[in-house]
């Protein structure tokens, strides 16, 4: 079992940044990857960037490039997401997720609770 919890999420202007944070605890030890994905209302659920916790191999989004950095604090076992020149199609709620580092949903087992990250214009 791996427990997932993110922070950081909230209300900012567009053009402004926010740092979400994803704490994992348990089992971390079997994880190979921890990706960032995103729901807005009434949209599927999307991936927008994935690193891999040994080497830091990191795999972004087209949207985002440019704009969101995915980092990881290995002894903190905490992944971090930055992201800067917010738009407001950037708002939606944010969840971190264990899996292989793919941009398929599906594919990742273990899933944080989320936070809502809002763009206004």
């Known amino acids: 079992q791996v427990q997932l919890v993110e922070s950081g999420g909230g209300l900012v202007q567009a053009g402004g940044s926010l740092r979400l944070s994803c704490a994992a605890s348990?089992?971390?030890?079997?994880?190979?990857?921890m990706g960032w994905f995103r729901q807005a209302p009434g949209k599927e659920r999307e991936f927008v960037a994935a690193i891999t916790w040994s080497r830091g191999y990191t795999r972004y989004t087209d949207s985002v490039k440019g704009r969101f950095t995915i980092s990881r604090d290995n002894a903190k076992n905490t992944v971090y997401l930055q992201m800067d020149s917010l738009k407001p199609e950037d708002t939606a709620v944010y969840y971190c997720?264990?899996?292989?580092?793919?941009?398929?949903?599906?594919?990742?087992?273990?899933w944080g609770q989320g936070t809502q990250v809002t763009v206004s214009s």
């Open positions: 997720a264990t899996g292989p580092g793919t941009t398929r949903a599906r594919e990742y087992d273990y």
């Open positions: 348990g089992r971390t030890f079997s994880t190979y990857a």
